[in-house]
């Protein structure tokens, strides 16, 4: 028999005491112990009642809560009313949103925004986001199937065409529209971090793979006046890239180029390349093509910025580990990687120096700038 470690001998005694009734009793009652247990018992409880306060929150932005308290305070009855619910249901969802710290009280049976509801309202790509999670929570319904058969199989996987089609590039225009609009409804979330972490004063030519209908690229943009800025994604997403450059005024400095970086080649010409959430979408050998095909494409004082979420910071994040573990395998490809990981893979690639910039919210974005 293989002796145990004194780590091992430790954790089995710990994990003896807390699962035993009697000491969970004794510690709820124990004046030093009862902050500890209480705070435990909390977190428990918060992972089985979870899905029903994302449940509480979706009902919130479907029903548009925080836009009706906008210009402030509104009576139950007003917002039922405006809510298209019954009395009964709007003081329902308006209790639960108030333990959310979504609304809060302000005088006898009135409701105003709370802090969450605020962050919320000055964020409409998020409220995008959460309407979405619909799929993702159908895909989950049953874990424990997923986790059998795999992803790739349900809505999610459905929802991103690139995900379960070897060929995207040949993806009718009907199918990339929802998720593309998805990705520049949320990308303002995460641009200014990343501009912020690595400023593109430096650089003329900015080309973001992958990039959607060009929310970052315009982003950068504006960042940066003097920067001209492209974007390479599906031919049908370069469509819309274009139109919404049109939009915005920036057809004298961005481009829209179609293709598929799947196939290993990237246009030339710019100086920095930007992968904003592409790695973390895709298994190993087709991010080694992707890296390499950067490293080819760029001149010798170029650099490559990779922006994504990435796991092991802080160590065990649910965001990393938990969240977008269980997210990609049910749109049926890809990981959360670290730093370390990433690196190492884009040393692999040819890059010679990777350098990692800090941002504001790691736990959605960090940055690594490589070096060829």
């Known amino acids: 028999m293989i002796p145990r470690s004194w780590l091992d001998a430790w954790t089995a005694w710990r994990n003896r005491l807390v699962s035993s009734p009697s000491f969970q009793r004794w510690a709820a ?67 639960a949103a108030q333990s959310l710290d979504l609304v809060e009280l302000a005088g006898a049976d009135r409701y105003a925004l709370g802090m969450q509801g605020a962050a919320l309202l000055g964020n409409a790509g998020l ?9 993702f929570y159908a895909d989950l319904a049953d874990p424990v199937a997923l986790l059998k058969q795999g992803g790739g199989q349900g809505q999610l996987a459905s929802f991103w065409p690139y995900a379960a089609y070897d060929r995207p590039d040949q993806t009718e225009a009907a199918a990339i529209s929802p998720y593309s609009a998805l990705m520049g409804a949320t990308q303002p979330m995460i641009a200014s971090d990343i501009l912020d972490a690595y400023p593109l004063t430096g650089h003329q030519v900015l080309m973001d793979v992958g990039g959607g209908e060009g929310a970052f690229a315009a982003a950068a943009a504006r960042h940066a006046p003097h920067l001209n800025v492209r974007v390479f994604d599906l031919p049908a997403v370069a469509d819309r890239a274009r139109a919404a450059f049109e939009a915005s005024q920036l057809t004298h400095r961005a481009q829209a180029l179609g293709g598929n970086f799947l196939d290993g080649v990237l246009p030339k010409g710019a100086d920095i390349i930007s992968l904003v959430r592409i790695l973390h979408d895709h298994d190993e050998p087709t991010v080694m093509k992707l890296l390499r095909a950067a490293h080819t494409a760029l001149p010798a004082n170029g650099v490559l910025m990779i922006a994504e979420p990435m796991s092991g910071f802080p160590a065990r994040d649910p965001m990393a580990e938990a969240y977008f573990g269980f997210y990609l395998m049910a749109m049926g490809r890809g990981k959360a990687r670290t730093p370390a990981e990433i690196s190492a893979m884009a040393r692999a690639a040819g890059f010679s120096r990777i350098v990692n910039k800090p941002t504001r919210t790691p736990m959605l974005v960090r940055v690594l700038i490589a070096y060829p």
């Not at 906008?70 to 209790?95: F, H, I, Y």
């Open 127 to 135: 409220g995008d986001m959460i309407r979405h999670h619909a799929l």
């Open 29 to 95: 009652g124990f004046f030093l112990t009862r902050p500890i247990a209480h705070t435990s018992a909390d977190r428990l409880f918060g992972l089985v009642a979870g899905f029903v306060y994302s449940q509480v929150l979706l009902a919130c932005v479907q029903l548009r809560l925080p836009e009706l308290l906008s210009d402030g305070p509104k009576t139950t009855q007003a917002l039922a009313e405006a809510m298209d619910l019954p009395l009964v249901s709007a003081a329902r969802l308006l209790t």
